[in-house]
């Protein structure tokens, strides 16, 4: 996968072998085909089963429908056509640039898909989302409705509020993520600016039936209503949790249209989104399917296999990511001079990187992190790996990056002075001539990021 087995050459180390080999096991253990195919059954009628094993089943329906956007929207449609084959009567899912064509071509021809931009929505994007609601006003009372939720999904189905443009969106965005918001915090603003999102999408449909959300995570503690911006949740956020957001972020001026539209909505003068106990959500059922515990799972059980004893930190970290590099740097040097055996720790969740003006390197969270991090920890004879498990790390081509100590002797005969990397937020070069960017490509699936420290010599 990638440059992961080159990686492993070139640093020439067990402990980076051990890091690298388990990085790919947690991408195969959340690949969404398989995720999917696990969940889905097809037997007398349809079982669906949760990552907790709770099953719903449902029967005597008549026709299937498809619909979804994310990043591993394609591979879960794909997997899903493969299950019930011709009982799918139609779909549209809206998909990231470059994916379509890892779709069987016999499926496009059933299901309408869309690429488009990501994480800024372009006019694409929107022609997708028309499609997703042309197809929803098809709907009937007794038809069943997949619909397929993963990371990316707010920004390649964008429909924006009434009264509002497009380039609103875009420009707002644009702005909340140079500024270092959370993703829950740009899409309770997301929500408020759509007339799809948080629920609101349930509105669209030509009439109720029975809805099966299959959703892969990307959000810390795995709350449904900020996945995607929850298109089929309930959700508890309002106009004035979004307005405090924007003026919090000063991502918008008061005359800003945007802005100008959710100060109206805290007046009562825009519908807000449909609240848990709604009637619209009685015949929804939001399933989740995967998740960054079950990637770092997958992780920490390959090393201790491998005989390191291995400890898994969670998957809640977050805050700004050269915070989190300085704790993995300080932590990997304590735990080096205090445990008497090879050691590995495991950890997840996702950082953001506030830009400041006049900063506009290259580079992502995770490289950013582990440039903090190879600072903090100077010289050690351990490995640090921090990726995005969608392949992609910030405005750069790269997943993430590497420290070992072939990456210290890169930086003594490069010479390179890595605080002025981070101070430019420019991680990305950094890591380029340093030889230990880890490259993935598009892995079409998304469950946050996930970091090891991995010490297999002692």
């Known amino acids: 996968m990638g440059n992961l087995a080159a990686l492993a050459r070139f640093h020439r180390d067990k402990s980076v072998r051990l890091a690298v080999a388990a990085v790919h096991r947690a991408l195969v253990s959340v690949d969404p085909a398989v995720l999917v195919t696990q969940s889905v059954t097809i037997d007398d009628g349809i079982s669906v089963r949760d990552i907790y094993g709770t099953v719903s089943r449902f029967q005597g329906f008549d026709k299937i429908y498809v619909a979804g956007a994310g ?37 496009r021809s059933v299901i309408a898909v869309t690429e488009a931009a990501h994480p800024v929505p372009d006019s694409s994007g929107l022609e997708g989302a028309k499609k997703v609601l042309r197809l929803l006003r098809k709907v009937r009372r007794n038809d069943l409705l997949f619909f397929l939720v993963s990371g990316g999904g707010s920004a390649l189905l964008p429909d924006p ?20 918001a959370t993703i829950q915090e740009m899409n309770v603003v997301r929500k408020h600016l759509s007339s799809i999102k948080g629920g609101q999408i349930l509105r669209q449909m030509g009439d109720s039936c029975h809805v099966v959300s299959l959703i892969l995570s990307d959000v810390i503690d795995d709350d449904l209503s900020a996945i995607a911006s929850g298109p089929t949740c309930p959700d508890q956020s309002t106009f004035g949790d979004a307005i405090r957001i924007v003026r919090k972020y000063r991502a918008a001026p008061e005359s800003d249209p945007a802005a100008k539209y959710l100060a109206e909505g805290t007046k009562g003068r825009g519908q807000e989104t449909p609240k848990p106990g709604d009637p619209l959500f009685s015949k929804v059922h939001n399933v989740l399917i995967g998740n960054n515990t079950l990637a770092c799972s997958a992780a920490v059980n390959y090393l201790r296999s491998q005989g390191l004893q291995t400890v898994y930190l969670g998957s809640r970290f977050d805050g700004e990511a050269k915070d989190f590099g300085t704790f993995l740097g300080q932590l990997a040097s304590d735990l080096y001079r205090k445990s008497p055996v090879p050691f590995a720790v495991v950890l997840g969740g996702e950082t953001t990187v506030s830009l400041g003006r006049n900063r506009t390197g290259t580079g992502g969270r995770n490289q950013e992190a582990a440039l903090a991090c ?36 890169m930086v003594r005969k490069t010479k390179l002075d890595l605080s002025k990397f981070l101070l430019l937020h420019d991680s990305y070069n950094a890591f380029r001539m340093l030889k230990s960017s880890i490259v993935t490509g598009r892995t079409g699936t998304n469950v946050n990021d996930i970091s090891l420290i991995c010490a297999a010599a002692r």
């Open 161 to 180: 509020a009434p009264g509002l443009r497009l380039s609103d969106k875009r420009r707002i965005t644009d702005k909340l993520l140079r500024s270092g």
């Open 71 to 107: 990043k591993a929207a394609a591979a879960m449609a794909d997997a899903l056509c493969a299950l019930l084959g011709k009982r799918i009567a139609e779909g549209a899912i809206s998909v990231p640039y470059g994916e379509r064509t890892k779709i069987k071509k016999k499926i």
């Open 374 to 409: 190879a600072i903090q920890m100077k010289e050690l004879p351990v490995a640090i790996a921090t990726m995005g498990t969608d392949g992609i790390d910030g405005n750069s081509r790269v997943a993430g990056a590497i420290v070992s100590s072939k990456t210290f002797l």
